[in-house]
C-alpha cells in the first residue's frame, strides 16, 4: 500500500467535514489567488521591458552628460537620425553618412567587423573615448598606434584643414583624455583637433572610409555643445546637410524583462508553476465533490418478486417430486440459517430444532415452513418468508 495513501484519505475525509459553504469560499479565494499570480506572471514576462542608460554621451541620455541634444541639433540640420539600439552586425548603417560610436560600455570586440565593413563601404565613424589597443590595431592596421592619456586638452584648434573642421574655430574640451601621436605613426593619421593637454581629434583613412577618433566626447556633450564652436564641430562631423547619421546605443542601454517575477531565478519561476498547476489540480478535485453526498454503500437492484413468484408457480404446477427437488437448495440454506439462529449443530434432528426454537421462543410456523417439505405453492412461498426472515431481518418473532 501507498504510504501517502492514508495521509491523502485522511485529508478528504477532513475536507468532506467542511461545511459546503465554506468549500466553496476556499476554493473561490484559491481561484482568485491563481488568477493573480497568472495575471502577474504574464505581465512581468510579457509587458513593457524596462531600460536603463549605461555610462555617458548616450543620444537618449538629456542630462549633462548625454548627447541628445547633438542628435535633435542633427535632426533639426535635415540629417536623417537613427538610433541602433540593437548590435551593429544586424543594423542596416546609412552608406553614404556618419556612425557615432560614443564612449561604449564595453570593448567593441565584437562589433569591430561590423564597423571595419562600414569603413570598406565608404562610411564615416567617430570613435570617443579610451580605446583600447586591440581596437585601434583592428582598425588602423601596423605601426606605432597613437597613445591615449588621462590629460584634459582644454581649448583645441584645427591643426590641418580638413573637409571636418571647415566650420570649426574653437573646440572646448572639459573631460580627460587626449591623444599622443608617435613620431612614426602611420601617414594615414593625422591630427584633427589639437590644444595645450595634447591632440583631441584625430583623423585617419582607411580605405574609402573616414575614422576619427576624439580622446573625449566631452565636446559633444549636452553641457558643453553650447560653448565655443562644440555644436559647429558635431556638425562637420556629421558631413553634409542631408546626410545620414547614426548612434550606437546598443553598448548604452541595459534591458530588463521586467520587474518582480520574471527578475527570479529560472528555477524560482520554475518551482512557481509548479505549484501554480498544483493549486489549479486541487481546484478540479475538490469541484468535483460538490453535489448530493455519495451513498455509503452500493445500491442494489431491488429484489425481483414477480419472478419469484412466476418460479413459484412453475414448480406448484408441477409435481410434487419436481416440487421438492426445485425447493431442496432453498430448504437446505434455510435449515443451515435456522441451526444458527438457534445455535444448534448441523447435524440437529428435526425434533431437536422444534424443541429449541420453543426454548428460544420462535415461532412456530417459521419453524415448519422450514423444515416440512413443501407440497404446493403455499408451502414454497411461506419457505422462502421463513429464509428471508432469517436471513434479511435477523430476526424469527
Not at 426454548?359 to 405453492?377: D, F, K, N, T
Not at 411461506?382 to 418473532?397: K, Q, V
Request: proline letters at 7%.
Amino acid at each position: 500500500m501507498n504510504p501517502a495513501a492514508p495521509v491523502a484519505m485522511g485529508a478528504t475525509a477532513r475536507w468532506r467535514q467542511v461545511p459546503r459553504k465554506w468549500q466553496a469560499v476556499m476554493v473561490l479565494l484559491a481561484a482568485l489567488v491563481v488568477a493573480e499570480f497568472v495575471i502577474s506572471f504574464a505581465g512581468a514576462l510579457y509587458g513593457t521591458p524596462s531600460r536603463s542608460i549605461l555610462g555617458s554621451a548616450s543620444s537618449l541620455d538629456t542630462s549633462g552628460k548625454g548627447t541628445a541634444a547633438l542628435a535633435q541639433l542633427l535632426g533639426s540640420s535635415r540629417h536623417a537620425v537613427r538610433l541602433l539600439e540593437g548590435p551593429l552586425d544586424h543594423a542596416a548603417l546609412p552608406v553614404p553618412g556618419t556612425l557615432f560610436v560614443l564612449d561604449p560600455g564595453r570593448r567593441l570586440s565584437s562589433e569591430l567587423p561590423a564597423i571595419s565593413r562600414y569603413l570598406a563601404a565608404g562610411g564615416r565613424v567617430v570613435l570617443a573615448g579610451r580605446q583600447v589597443a586591440t581596437t585601434l590595431r583592428a582598425l588602423l592596421g601596423t605601426g606605432l598606434l597613437p597613445i591615449w592619456q588621462s590629460a584634459i586638452t582644454g581649448t583645441t584648434r584645427p591643426s590641418s584643414r580638413e573637409p571636418e573642421d571647415y566650420a570649426a574655430g574653437v573646440v572646448v574640451s572639459g573631460g580627460a583624455g587626449s591623444w599622443r601621436r608617435a613620431a612614426t605613426s602611420p601617414p594615414s593619421v593625422r591630427t584633427l583637433l589639437a590644444g595645450p593637454g595634447g591632440a583631441l581629434a584625430l583623423l585617419a583613412d582607411i580605405g574609402p572610409g573616414r575614422l576619427v577618433l576624439l580622446a573625449s566626447s566631452s565636446p559633444l556633450e549636452n553641457a558643453s555643445l553650447a560653448r565655443a564652436d562644440n555644436a559647429a564641430f558635431g556638425l562637420d562631423l556629421a558631413g553634409p546637410a542631408g546626410a545620414a547619421v547614426a548612434f550606437d546605443e546598443y553598448d548604452h542601454l541595459q534591458t530588463s524583462p521586467g520587474s518582480g517575477i520574471a527578475d527570479l531565478p529560472g528555477h524560482w519561476q520554475l518551482a512557481l508553476l509548479l505549484g501554480l498547476a498544483a493549486v489549479l489540480v486541487w481546484i478540479l478535485s475538490a469541484a468535483r465533490r460538490f453535489g448530493p453526498p455519495a451513498r455509503a454503500e452500493r445500491e442494489l437492484v431491488p429484489p425481483r418478486i414477480a419472478h419469484v413468484d412466476a418460479v413459484a408457480a412453475l414448480l406448484a404446477s408441477g409435481s410434487a417430486d419436481r416440487l421438492r427437488a426445485g425447493a431442496a437448495p432453498l430448504r437446505l440454506a434455510a435449515r443451515e440459517r435456522l441451526c444458527r439462529a438457534l445455535s444448534v449443530g448441523p447435524y440437529a434432528t428435526d425434533s431437536e430444532l422444534l424443541a429449541a426454537s420453543e426454548s428460544r421462543g420462535m415461532a412456530p410456523e417459521l419453524v415448519v415452513a422450514i423444515l416440512a417439505e413443501p407440497r404446493s405453492e403455499r408451502d414454497l412461498l411461506a419457505l422462502g418468508r421463513g429464509y428471508a426472515t432469517l436471513t434479511e431481518r435477523r430476526r424469527w418473532s
